[in-house]
């Protein structure tokens, strides 16, 4: 299973960016979906995550400003990230889990200007 994620980048603060992690391979179903951050000197955080179904949990600290969705049909799930904070910088990865196993990309680098 491989996962290729994009969107990261440069943005001001206040600003928006789009991310996306498809999943290909050997695919039967995937589980739940979910992506996670991890800052320079920090401990990798679930920022959020969604199941095959399309119930979602989030961070406190994104919860209003980030939404988790995803397309089982393309085995794509996606992070729509609004009114971003400089403490919103980071790498972001992508997690899905297949028959009880996890998967990781190599992730996509956020930063967001103050």
């Known amino acids: 299973v491989q996962l290729q994620a994009s969107g990261g980048g440069l943005v001001q603060a206040g600003g928006s960016l789009r991310l996306s992690c498809a999943a290909s391979g050997s695919i039967f179903s995937i589980n739940a979906m979910g992506w996670y951050r991890q800052a320079p000197g920090n401990q990798r955080e679930l920022v959020a995550s969604i199941t095959r179904g399309g119930s979602t949990d989030y961070a406190d600290s994104v919860k209003g400003r980030f939404t988790i969705s995803r397309d089982n049909a393309k085995n794509t799930v996606y992070l729509q990230m609004n009114s971003l904070k400089s403490e919103d910088t980071a790498v972001y990865l992508c997690?899905?889990?297949?028959?009880?196993?996890?998967?990781w990309g190599k992730g996509t680098l956020v930063t967001v200007s103050s």
């Open positions: 997690n899905v889990n297949i028959m009880l196993r996890d998967y």
